[in-house]
């Protein structure tokens, strides 16, 4: 090994072999060979059928980069070296006009990057080396078949000839001789293509085809390479957070042909069923094909087993039934990958002339469901631990499962009926275009993007869209793939609709919809439903439950939910939470009934009008509380003190000013002026949170009064107290909390004695300001506790307003200056600095203090990760966010656990 | 001493004697005595003529808040003890119906508060011991006139019956008889008035006036405890920046009499000018008169000198005419005071009966001219040291120096002439009421305060208003002294001018301007002129330059200047700035003939468009830089980049975006909506600074072009490099820096071999977000300089937008939550550790990172000083605080080795 590991004294060792004898790579070696690469050198080691080949090393991808695209120059010697070998273990050579090798070219990254960089096959070929295929498979349609895919490949992959010029060629050639299909094509069809191909090459490029085979290899490494900072592979990357310095292997393997007659065939297969979790062998195949034809979803392809086809009522035979003893020796691969990986493989393999050859495995991408079904079963198994088990789910994959799926007694209009590829049930306007639905989402609109087929260039839209329809392809194409990773509903291969891009339509079964109406697409059952479909809310249960019990028991942060709602408060409650971290008052106010009080309140000129206009929200907001309480029984429930600034409350255009002045009794001039005059350039810095109660304090005297009474009430109903918790917001000193606190604790004193009570309360305060967090130990002195307001710190530690941050922010993505979002996920260098300074402080002066966040980071994993870096006591989240927090907060602990070991 | 400190074992010494013998104080004891029983004693040691009295502490008045007003038990026998020993010296005694001892019971703090505390006179008369006084002075009338006094002082401070009562029935009894002078009522008219003002007291309180003069006492004492919290004391000590915790001490000392005919008189004198500074007699007297009478400007006072009786044309006698002997013993007192405090004292006096008696003596407010000339004359004349001299100069005082004066050629029409009481020329409308000329000013109006007198209630608007008229009072009266204190130009006593408030009028000669009316008054020679009179720019020489040229050589950081223009560059450099530290570039933007291009700029829709726009602005940028480096030759002049959103360059209004419309061939429903869709919620927080530059990096390379090739052309004209600085706006990480930086570079480089020229720059950045303090590190990777602009990095790290926080920060103030407002002073705890952590991460990986401040805050003392502690290298303020930050550059460098030694 240690040998192997350098080619000669100095030269570093740039490739590693495998499948011909011993592999010089392992499972193990991700980061150095990609995962394609060290998971053949790991099939190989178990002796499973795997074509020859040899893996360019990732640090190649890095010295490519930093040569800005040369190649090194010890690297050739190791490839002729390596190719050498592969053509022994073949008993072909490379480029030899008898016996050629023929070679595939594919990438491989340390994460999947499925169908992100390029791949080219049937390397190898050039006029004079197809002869020799032709001879030596007897089959001169195949030969040239191959011939004329490679062209096409490598041409689009290597040349940048856009791949449509071949495809129209291909079309003319096929409407001009009458045929419908390709098989219909003969030998001589596909010579007469291949010069239709070579031609429009050379007029592209001004130079012929390369017949110059080790030429064709080098273009393809470089290529493969190259494919790294592709747009597409760029924002795949930024969606997944691979960072962009891992770079790439290239894989290059003796060619296996699936497309040899139709005792060959090819599949992409998973160990388990990657919808349902299923242990069942699954997955397609098509005979005489080539591996992209399956993912291309080009043709519909035929179940691997007899049980599959037989649900799916299909009529084409399946695997089991076509070829037993392929079928059988499959079914043992698969035992020994499960046994190997420890989980659920997705593989590709190729049968050439009867013979199994298995091209690749990889952990097999699925869903949610699937996810917690493999995970839990194979606790049982005794193949992984529960801890193993908690950390196996991807946390924000769970918000897939808690979303609404269709009501079952809504009415449906079936408008056609393709495969189930992603489950969950989406509701939105038809678009065409990726780039539009894009933009139709960013104005708010929720979409259902409807293709013919996906490739990666429409990534952005699939992301951006609620759900995906397409015309074309099977469970692994590549819609349904993406579409299962993203955790979007989506719809594959619904082949009766007919869609017309230029005319913006979609026509099924004499229906025709138009962009912008709206459809349903269930990804459960695979129906497509016009208009809107009534949903409900999903059951958590089995596999669910169990995994959840494991992580709640693993996690050392409490979770709470951020809700203003009695409804928000009981979803919450189901969901787990275990208390309330976050009670928005203002909600509360914007209630039709209580805006006109509302507006009374801040339109009055005096303290003794704004008095009274308050007295009558009082046992509006009390029984508001009252009922919150109620449902949270002892769980603690903290309530935020109003926090927007007024005018936010007040009527903003002519028509409605006129209204509220009628109904106030005021004139709509005299509401208009003072609608002006609370106007405020800034408003995120505004007249607004304690600033508001500290020129205000008798807002802050009913909000405390509506708290305690409802507390003292709900308490005495149910005879034991409620954990109420007042939180102050926008705290930036100690002399704003003090100010307001002695006005609270007043109140809780009158309400004690006036209701002969006991109140069990605290008084505490956002942090969501940096000097909070510096003076953290002054106010801390007086704050109970503390929630980290990130939304707001974010805010003011880059000076940066969430609401205006889109006009720029795609330009710093792009540009690489934000890794991520800070809106999506903590800061940790700035952000997080703060918030640790502020835990550090706070506990400086009062050990005991109790600390969370509240705001959306707190259902974000990374977020989730990073407070139990620093130790927060809770997170609050949405409830619908509930389960991911839970889960996150085990890995979280899980993977200090690991850190420390 | 250490005998005397404690009264008995056990008993705090709350009581310290001085007059009869040796004194039991010093002036080194300010904080126990507060400034005027401090120096009463130290007049008693130096052996001048002081009354006996005795000195309650200020331990006392922190008692007394902490009891809730109580005083505490063991204060009474101390007192008495004290009284004792006053009547013993003074052969009389308290309460005693044939020789009894009057005292004045006055308030005194550490820090001077002048007429903000309550005083009370003839302490000690009652219906009988009024009968003693009028026998044993021979004067019934003198006798009668102070008790009716007393009534009314008493009534007022003690028993909270207001003055204009007392007033009214003098005013009514005047009117009746027919008396135009108080000199013309006799003893028997005072009789009645003390009826009358009795029976007032009764009716008003429901009990009669206090005859125990016990009770009087002790009222007196309470009520100038108290007086330390009223409004008006609170907002002198906000201003001053005195602590709350302070508290006064009670000064309580037997009475002598100024009114007990015409060989008895009161004063106010200062040892030197406190106008010009020069060495010479400088005061006014009023004969037969208390000393009230003077401060009150009641009575227009005499000259003491004759010279100065001449040079103000007055006919009445001065002091040194009438009273030579006393003339002469004041003279030598004064000789005393100088040599003892090494300072220009400001001195209260009474001759009764020709007898001088020293009543108060303190360090002298003074204009900054003044200021400035006796703090270099002392230390020609060997008093003081330089170091000395350049500490006594407060800051914010050379402020006024710099204002301009009018211009002499300028035509004037004079309205009124007064006494020349404050220095300096201003313009503003008439106002009548000073709440109404806080609230103009807060509207952004410049005011004049027309008041027949002020009183202390009215600071708060002497302190808004530009300038202030009064037409009653001398150069001491109290609009006199606070606004030379102020540094506000004052006219005092314009005896021609009548006003009347509620018609809100002012007529003079015929002429009636009316509330609104614009004026200019010139304190200098106490003109009032109609309308805007022309102002001409100060010129700085003589004593100014003398310590100016001391401070320089004692600071160690730098003064550079914000200058975004050549005549501000040009003011700068006459004010001594080592640079410019920040010219901002948008200023530039908005010039008429260049706006039409910025907004084509604005509004193309491709980088072309805006690169063609952007070529037009750049021959003017460059022109614009040129003059800059041209006026500046080899200072450092840095130029920060485009900050402000765009969209503060677009026309707002529709017939304002009609014309633009036209102007540059769009719609105005095309550049309407461009318009709004640039509009931002939080534009502080929006698309500026470097996020414009990085989403249009076409801008930042104009800039940068502009600016190499001003500096190229320059440079060789002038044979030496142009020392340029390129500052980046808004930087939150590094990544920002680098991407602008990298663009910089390529532009210097293109420039350098486009002219052949060998660029001088630096580029770094603005530190004014939170998380560029804490980045600091790795930005300073890559900023050869930092300048905090503390205006930003306080709005975020508030969360506080400095443009709204007008409505609340009243109540704020109000409430002591801020001690003083953070965007004029920086906040320390916040802002300030911000700026150290900045300061210690930039130099961590940059040693000799140039450190500044640019903004606002670099113009305050405070602020200043701050700076040196945490080792900035310069600070850049407005051309005009130039001199007040070398001043206080060099104060803090002074404050800093005081600390250390």
Same mark, same amino acid.
């Given at each position: 090994?240690?040998?192997?590991?350098?080619?000669?004294?100095?030269?570093?060792?740039?490739?590693?072999?495998?499948?011909?004898?011993?592999?010089?790579?392992?499972?193990?070696?991700?980061?150095?060979?990609?995962?394609?690469?060290?998971?053949?050198?790991?099939?190989?080691?178990?002796?499973?059928?795997?074509?020859?080949?040899?893996?360019?090393?990732?640090?190649?991808?890095?010295?490519?980069?930093?040569?800005?695209?040369?190649?090194?120059?010890?690297?050739?010697?190791?490839?002729?070296?390596?190719?050498?070998?592969?053509?022994?273990?073949?008993?072909?050579?490379?480029?030899?006009?008898?016996?050629?090798?023929? *070679?595939?070219?594919?990438?491989?990254? /340390?994460?999947?990057?499925?169908?992100?960089?390029?791949?080219?096959?049937?390397?190898?070929?050039?006029?004079?080396?197809?002869?020799?295929?032709?001879?030596?498979?007897?089959?001169?349609?195949?030969?040239?078949?191959?011939?004329?895919?490679?062209?096409?490949?490598?041409?689009?992959?290597?040349?940048?000839?856009?791949?449509?010029?071949?495809?129209?060629?291909?079309?003319?050639?096929?409407?001009?001789?009458?045929?419908?299909?390709?098989?219909?094509?003969? %030998?001589?069809?596909?010579?007469?293509?291949?010069?239709?191909?070579?031609?429009?090459?050379?007029?592209?490029?001004?130079?012929?085809?390369?017949?110059?085979?080790?030429?064709?290899?080098?273009?393809?490494?470089?290529? *493969?390479?190259?494919?790294?900072?592709?747009?597409?592979?760029?924002?795949?990357?930024?969606?997944?957070? #691979?960072?962009?310095?891992?770079?790439?292997?290239?894989?290059?393997?003796?060619?296996?042909?699936?497309?040899?007659? $139709?005792?060959?065939?090819?599949?992409?297969?998973?160990?388990?069923?990657?919808?349902?979790?299923?242990?069942?062998?699954?997955?397609?195949?098509?005979?005489?094909?080539?591996?992209?034809?399956?993912?291309?979803?080009?043709?519909?392809?035929?179940?691997?087993?007899?049980?599959?086809?037989? @649900?799916?009522?299909?009529?084409?035979?399946?695997?089991?039934?076509?070829?037993?003893?392929?079928?059988?020796?499959?079914?043992?691969?698969?035992?020994?990958?499960?046994?190997?990986?420890? $989980?659920?493989?997705?593989?590709?393999?190729?049968?050439?002339?009867?013979?199994?050859?298995?091209?690749?495995?990889?952990?097999?991408?699925?869903?949610?469901?699937?996810?917690?079904?493999?995970?839990?079963?194979?606790?049982?198994?005794?193949?992984?631990?529960?801890?193993?088990?908690?950390?196996?789910?991807?946390?924000?994959?769970?918000?897939?499962?808690?979303?609404?799926?269709?009501?079952?007694?809504?009415?449906?209009?079936?408008?056609? *009926?393709?495969?189930?590829?992603?489950?969950?049930?989406?509701?939105?306007?038809?678009?065409?275009?990726?780039?539009?639905? @894009?933009?139709?989402?960013?104005?708010?609109?929720?979409? #259902?993007?409807?293709?013919?087929?996906?490739?990666?260039?429409?990534?952005?839209?699939?992301?951006?869209?609620?759900?995906?329809?397409?015309?074309?392809?099977?469970?692994?194409?590549?819609?349904?793939?993406? %579409?299962?990773?993203?955790?979007?509903?989506?719809?594959?291969?619904?082949?009766?609709?007919?869609?017309?891009?230029?005319?913006?339509?979609?026509?099924?079964?004499?229906?025709?919809?138009?962009?912008? $109406?709206?459809?349903?697409?269930? =990804?459960?059952?695979?129906?497509?439903?016009?208009?809107?479909?009534?949903?409900?809310?999903?059951?958590?249960?089995?596999?669910?439950?169990?995994?959840?019990?494991?992580?709640?028991?693993?996690?050392?942060?409490?979770?709470?939910?951020?809700?203003?709602?009695? /409804?928000?408060?009981?979803?919450?409650?189901?969901?787990?939470?275990?208390?309330?971290?976050?009670?928005?008052?203002?909600?509360?106010?914007?209630?039709?009934?209580?805006?006109?009080?509302?507006?009374?309140?801040?339109?009055?000129?005096?303290?003794?009008?704004?008095?009274?206009?308050?007295?009558?929200?009082?046992?509006?907001?009390?029984?508001?509380?009252?009922?919150?309480?109620?449902?949270?029984?002892?769980?603690?429930?903290?309530? /935020?003190?109003?926090?927007?600034?007024?005018?936010?409350?007040?009527?903003?255009?002519?028509?409605?000013?006129?209204?509220? %002045?009628?109904?106030?009794?005021?004139?709509?001039?005299?509401?208009?002026?003072?609608?002006?005059?609370?106007?405020?350039?800034?408003?995120?810095?505004?007249?607004?949170?304690?600033?508001?109660?500290?020129?205000?304090?008798?807002?802050?005297?009913?909000?405390? /009064?509506?708290?305690?009474?409802?507390?003292?009430?709900?308490?005495?109903?149910?005879?034991?107290?409620?954990?109420?918790?007042?939180?102050?917001?926008?705290?930036?000193?100690? @002399?704003?909390?003090?100010?307001?606190?002695?006005?609270?604790?007043?109140?809780?004193?009158?309400?004690?004695?006036?209701?002969?009570?006991?109140?069990?309360?605290?008084?505490?305060?956002?942090?969501?300001?940096?000097?909070?967090?510096?003076?953290?130990? @002054?106010?801390?002195?007086?704050?109970?506790?503390?929630?980290? =307001?990130?939304?707001?710190?974010?805010?003011?530690?880059?000076?940066?307003?969430?609401?205006?941050?889109?006009?720029?922010?795609?330009?710093?993505?792009?540009?690489?200056?934000?890794?991520?979002?800070?809106?999506?996920?903590?800061?940790?260098?700035?952000?997080?600095?703060?918030?640790?300074?502020?835990?550090?402080?706070?506990?400086?002066?009062?050990?005991?203090?109790?600390?969370?966040?509240?705001?959306?980071?707190?259902?974000?994993?990374?977020?989730?990760?990073?407070?139990?870096?620093?130790?927060?006591?809770?997170?609050?989240?949405?409830?619908?966010?509930?389960?991911?927090?839970?889960?996150?907060?085990?890995?979280?602990?899980?993977?200090?656990?690991?850190?420390?070991?």
């Amino acid at each position: 090994m240690s040998q192997a590991k350098k080619a000669s004294a100095g030269t570093p060792k740039w490739v590693y072999s495998f499948g011909a004898g011993a592999s010089e790579g392992s499972a193990a070696m991700k980061d150095l060979l990609g995962g394609k690469g060290a998971n053949l050198a790991e099939m190989a080691n178990l002796d499973l059928p795997v074509p020859p080949g040899f893996t360019i090393t990732t640090d190649v991808c890095a010295a490519y980069y930093k040569n800005s695209g040369g190649l090194p120059d010890e690297l050739r010697p190791q490839v002729d070296a390596a190719l050498q070998v592969v053509g022994e273990a073949t008993d072909r050579e490379f480029g030899n006009p008898e016996k050629p090798l023929l *070679v595939s070219v594919r990438s491989g990254a /340390r994460a999947s990057m499925p169908g992100m960089m390029d791949t080219v096959l049937n390397l190898g070929l050039n006029d004079e080396t197809v002869e020799a295929v032709a001879r030596q498979s007897g089959d001169k349609r195949f030969a040239y078949d191959s011939y004329r895919r490679f062209i096409q490949m490598y041409s689009d992959v290597v040349l940048g000839v856009g791949h449509h010029l071949f495809e129209d060629i291909l079309e003319n050639y096929r409407n001009l001789n009458g045929y419908s299909l390709d098989t219909d094509l003969s %030998a001589g069809d596909w010579l007469e293509i291949i010069d239709a191909y070579k031609s429009c090459v050379e007029e592209e490029l001004g130079e012929p085809f390369p017949q110059d085979i080790h030429a064709q290899l080098w273009g393809a490494i470089a290529a *493969v390479f190259g494919s790294w900072e592709t747009a597409r592979a760029k924002t795949y990357r930024r969606l997944h957070a #691979i960072p962009d310095d891992w770079g790439t292997a290239v894989s290059i393997q003796a060619m296996v042909f699936g497309n040899m007659g $139709d005792t060959s065939a090819t599949g992409v297969a998973f160990t388990r069923n990657p919808s349902t979790g299923a242990k069942e062998l699954y997955g397609e195949f098509l005979l005489n094909a080539q591996g992209e034809d399956v993912v291309a979803g080009i043709r519909t392809p035929q179940s691997l087993t007899e049980a599959a086809r037989l @649900e799916a009522g299909d009529d084409k035979p399946s695997l089991e039934a076509v070829m037993p003893e392929v079928f059988a020796e499959l079914s043992e691969v698969y035992d020994k990958l499960e046994a190997r990986y420890h $989980d659920m493989q997705d593989v590709e393999f190729t049968v050439e002339e009867g013979k199994l050859w298995m091209l690749q495995t990889r952990s097999g991408k699925r869903t949610v469901n699937a996810a917690l079904k493999i995970a839990v079963d194979m606790v049982g198994e005794g193949v992984i631990s529960k801890e193993e088990a908690v950390e196996r789910i991807d946390p924000n994959q769970l918000d897939t499962l808690l979303h609404p799926t269709l009501d079952p007694q809504a009415e449906r209009t079936i408008v056609a *009926v393709g495969l189930p590829a992603s489950p969950g049930a989406a509701v939105g306007e038809i678009v065409f275009n990726p780039d539009e639905a @894009e933009k139709l989402v960013a104005q708010g609109k929720s979409v #259902i993007l409807v293709r013919i087929e996906t490739s990666p260039e429409d990534i952005h839209g699939m992301h951006a869209a609620a759900g995906i329809l397409t015309t074309r392809g099977g469970m692994t194409s590549h819609a349904a793939v993406v %579409a299962r990773g993203m955790g979007r509903p989506c719809v594959s291969g619904a082949g009766t609709v007919h869609i017309d891009y230029d005319a913006q339509i979609m026509s099924s079964g004499g229906e025709t919809l138009k962009k912008g $109406d709206v459809i349903t697409v269930d =990804g459960t059952t695979g129906q497509v439903l016009k208009g809107e479909v009534a949903m409900v809310q999903p059951e958590l249960t089995g596999d669910f439950a169990t995994l959840m019990g494991w992580a709640d028991k693993l996690r050392r942060m409490k979770v709470r939910a951020n809700a203003d709602t009695p /409804r928000d408060a009981a979803q919450a409650r189901e969901f787990g939470a275990e208390g309330i971290g976050l009670c928005r008052t203002e909600h509360m106010f914007f209630d039709h009934e209580r805006i006109l009080a509302v507006r009374e309140m801040i339109l009055a000129e005096s303290e003794e009008g704004r008095r009274a206009a308050l007295d009558k929200i009082l046992p509006m907001q009390r029984d508001d509380f009252a009922e919150l309480f109620e449902i949270m029984g002892a769980l603690p429930v903290t309530i /935020r003190l109003l926090d927007p600034p007024l005018h936010e409350f007040l009527p903003q255009h002519d028509e409605e000013i006129a209204q509220v %002045a009628q109904a106030l009794g005021t004139s709509a001039g005299k509401l208009k002026y003072r609608v002006g005059e609370l106007k405020e350039f800034n408003p995120m810095l505004g007249h607004r949170g304690c600033r508001l109660a500290i020129t205000y304090p008798e807002i802050t005297e009913m909000q405390a /009064r509506a708290i305690f009474e409802a507390a003292a009430d709900v308490g005495a109903r149910a005879g034991k107290p409620v954990a109420v918790e007042v939180m102050i917001p926008l705290i930036a000193s100690r @002399e704003e909390f003090e100010f307001l606190k002695t006005r609270i604790v007043a109140v809780a004193d009158a309400v004690q004695e006036e209701k002969a009570a006991r109140l069990t309360y605290q008084i505490g305060t956002m942090i969501e300001l940096p000097r909070a967090c510096l003076r953290a130990h @002054e106010i801390a002195r007086e704050a109970e506790f503390f929630s980290f =307001g990130t939304n707001d710190l974010t805010q003011t530690a880059y000076g940066l307003s969430r609401d205006d941050s889109a006009s720029f922010l795609g330009a710093y993505t792009a540009r690489g200056i934000f890794e991520v979002d800070p809106f999506v996920s903590i800061d940790r260098l700035g952000v997080g600095e703060l918030m640790e300074i502020g835990v550090r402080r706070g506990r400086e002066t009062r050990p005991d203090i109790k600390l969370g966040i509240c705001g959306e980071h707190a259902g974000d994993p990374g977020s989730i990760d990073f407070c139990e870096q620093v130790g927060l006591d809770y997170v609050s989240c949405s409830p619908f966010r509930l389960p991911v927090a839970r889960l996150a907060a085990a890995q979280a602990v899980l993977r200090r656990k690991q850190a420390k070991s």
